[in-house]
């Protein structure tokens, strides 16, 4: 199918699935993890597994979707921040952070949310599991943007 403006054939539409289908399948598994936590008993090995599964697809999520539309200037993790559009240098500034902004300010609501919870129920250790995963990511992202590992095709060198 083809779009057209003023008579003027533009680039052929392509499904949302085609252009979106990372994003829709990374949450379909987590969606996929937490039915399965809830419907499983979490002292058994499986259910173990699933809540350590929800922990890490939520920070598959927001690798995908966080890199998708968020920058981190000098980090291999985020994709390129464009020149600058801002004339304001404060708004500058939090366009090219925008992505440790979110992970800071996210990481630690979730950190309160685990700090209001018992570390032992149900879904204090799945919150745990994603504190840990959230410092992992926002490390990551950090350690990024200067160290280099050669070799590797994320790495700035």
Known sequence: ML???????????????????????????????????CLSDPNKHLGAFFGNAIADWTGTVVM?????????R????????????????LLEALREHSLSIFLIATGLAWV??????????????VVGNIVSEWTQTFGIV????????????????
Do not use: Q
């Open 112 to 125: 309160v949310a685990y700090a209001r919870m018992d570390p032992n129920s149900r879904w204090g250790a």
């Open 64 to 72: 995908v979707l966080g890199t998708k539309y968020l920058y981190e």
């Open 3 to 37: 779009c057209y403006a003023g008579g003027v054939n533009l680039k052929p539409r392509r499904p949302l699935f085609h252009n979106h289908s990372l994003s829709i399948v990374t949450v379909a598994l987590l969606v996929t993890w937490i039915v399965l936590y």
């Open 74 to 89: 000098g980090s291999a993790e985020s994709r390129d921040c464009p020149p600058g559009r801002n004339h304001n240098r």
């Open 142 to 157: 950090v350690l990024t943007k200067r160290l280099v590992e050669v070799g590797s095709k994320e790495s700035r060198e």
